[in-house]
C-alpha cells in the first residue's frame, strides 16, 4: 500500500527531472521562471484556463498520491497562469478533495495503541495540530492516513487538519508565484527566500516528529503482538493439560462405575441362584 506509490513516484519524478533539470530555475530569477513557462506552455500546448486548470489538476494529482516531487512548482503555475485567486482556490479545493476521497476509501480498524494516541492528543486539545502536522510532513498520503485508519479519528477531524497547513503551503506558493510574475526586486526576493527556508524547515520538523511517534506506536504494536502470540503458544499446552487430567478422572470414573456395575451384577446373580434352590 506504501512501497507501490513511493516507488512509482521515485521513477515518475526522476524521469521528470531528467526531462526537466535544464529548465528547472535553481532561484527566484524572474526571467528564468518566465522561460522555464513558455517551456511548459509550449510543450504541453497551453492555450487557456481551462486546459491549464486540467494540466495542473492531474500532475497535483499525481504528487499528492504518489509523493511526486516539485508540488510546490505546481502550485506557482497555478498563480502563475490562473491568478491569485483562481490558483489559491483551485489548490486548495482540489487538494481537501483528494484527502477526502482517500479517507472514503480507507477500511478503518482500530488499534490500541493508535487509539491511545489519539485520545491523549483529543483530551489535551492538540488533535488538530497533531494531524496538521502530520499532513505538513514530507511522508506519501497512505502513511499520513495510518493514524486514521487505526483510530476514531473522523472525516472532518482530518479534513481540518489537512485543511490548516494546505491552506498556508498554498498561500506561501501563491505569494511567490505572484512576486515572480511582478518582476520582484531584490529585496522581496530576500523576503521570499526566508519564507521559502522557513517552510522547508517546517515540513522537516513535520516529518520528524510525525516518523518519531510512529517508530514508537508501531514499537509498541509490535511487542503487543509479541505478547500475544506467545499467550497463544502457551494455551494449547495448558489446554491439553487439562484434557489430560480431565480425561484420566472420566477413565477412573468409568472404571470405578464398571467394578460398582460388576458387583452388583454379582449380587444379583448370587440372589437368583438363592431363589432356585429348592
Not at 167 to 191: C, D, E
Not at 253 to 260: G, S, T
Request: aromatic share 8%.
Amino acid at each position: 500500500m506504501i512501497l507501490f506509490p513511493v516507488l512509482l513516484g521515485c521513477i515518475l519524478s526522476t524521469t521528470c527531472s531528467i526531462a526537466l533539470h535544464k529548465y528547472i530555475p535553481k532561484d527566484l530569477n524572474t526571467t528564468k521562471w518566465s522561460e522555464f513557462s513558455h517551456v511548459i506552455e509550449k510543450n504541453l500546448q497551453i492555450q487557456n484556463k481551462v486546459y491549464a486548470a486540467g494540466i495542473l489538476m492531474t500532475i497535483h494529482s499525481l504528487q499528492i498520491l504518489f509523493c511526486i516531487p516539485m508540488l510546490h512548482i505546481t502550485k506557482i503555475f497555478c498563480c502563475y497562469w490562473l491568478g491569485i485567486l483562481e490558483g489559491f482556490s483551485l489548490c486548495v479545493s482540489w487538494e481537501c478533495l483528494l484527502y477526502f476521497l482517500s479517507l472514503k476509501c480507507v477500511k478503518k480498524t482500530c488499534l490500541r495503541d493508535f487509539q491511545k494516541y489519539v485520545s491523549e492528543k483529543r483530551s489535551s486539545g492538540l488533535l488538530i495540530f497533531s494531524i496538521s502536522c502530520i499532513c505538513l510532513s514530507n511522508l506519501p498520503l497512505q502513511t499520513k492516513l495510518l493514524i486514521f485508519t487505526f483510530s476514531d479519528i473522523s472525516i472532518q477531524e482530518f479534513l481540518i487538519g489537512s485543511m490548516i497547513p494546505t491552506s498556508v503551503m498554498t498561500m506561501k506558493n501563491v505569494i511567490v508565484g505572484t512576486v515572480l510574475a511582478q518582476s520582484p526586486s531584490q529585496s522581496s526576493i530576500a523576503i521570499m527566500t526566508i519564507i521559502i527556508s522557513f517552510s522547508l524547515v517546517l515540513k522537516i520538523l513535520s516529518t520528524v516528529y510525525f516518523s518519531s511517534n510512529m517508530m514508537l506506536m508501531m514499537n509498541s504494536l509490535e511487542n503487543e503482538i509479541v505478547e500475544d502470540v506467545e499467550d497463544l503458544v502457551e494455551l494449547p499446552l495448558l489446554g491439553s493439560e487439562e484434557i489430560h487430567v480431565n480425561v484420566e478422572k472420566t477413565c477412573d470414573d468409568l472404571d470405578k462405575d464398571n467394578i460398582v456395575v460388576m458387583e452388583v451384577d454379582h449380587e444379583s446373580e448370587s440372589e437368583s441362584q438363592e431363589d432356585n434352590v429348592p
